[in-house]
Nanobody, 114 residues
Framework: QVQLVESGGGLVQAGGSLRLSCIAS????????MGWYRQAPGEQRELVAS??????NYADSVKGRFTISRDNAKNTVYLQMNSLKPEDTAVYYC?????????WGQGTQVTVSS
C-alpha cells in the first residue's frame, strides 16, 4: 500500500508564504512522478505543479511564485508558495503516480486573506 501524508496548510495573509510537505510511504519505488493539485469550492481540481525525472512544470497562475521540489531520500515532495494571493485559497492535494496508478493525499487547506 501507498500512503501520502500532507502538512503545512493554514491561514496566511496576502503576500505571505507557506511550505507544503507530502511524505510518501509504503511500496514506493521512487517519487519521480509527483504533483500538487488544488480545488476551490465549486471549482474543478487543477494541476498546480508537477515534478518528474524530466523536470518540473507549473500552472500559469502560480509560475514564478510557487516552487516544487523533492527529497528522494526522504520520499518527500514540497511546494514552496510565496507571494500568496486570495485566489490561491483552496484545498491542496499531493498526488503520486506509480505504475499507471494514482495515489492521493487527503488534502490540506490553504486560506489566503486580504
Amino acid at each position: 500500500q501507498v500512503q501520502l501524508v500532507e502538512s503545512g496548510g493554514g491561514l496566511v495573509q496576502a503576500g505571505g508564504s507557506l511550505r507544503l510537505s507530502c511524505i510518501a510511504s509504503g511500496s514506493i519505488f521512487s517519487i519521480n512522478n509527483m504533483g500538487w493539485y488544488r480545488q476551490a469550492p465549486g471549482e474543478q481540481r487543477e494541476l498546480v505543479a508537477s515534478i518528474t525525472a524530466g523536470g518540473t512544470n507549473y500552472a500559469d497562475s502560480v509560475k514564478g511564485r510557487f516552487t516544487i521540489s523533492r527529497d528522494n531520500a526522504k520520499n518527500t515532495v514540497y511546494l514552496q508558495m510565496n507571494s500568496l494571493k486570495p485566489e490561491d485559497t483552496a484545498v491542496y492535494y499531493c498526488k503520486f503516480r506509480q505504475f499507471a496508478h494514482d495515489y492521493w493525499g487527503q488534502g490540506t487547506q490553504v486560506t489566503v486573506s486580504s
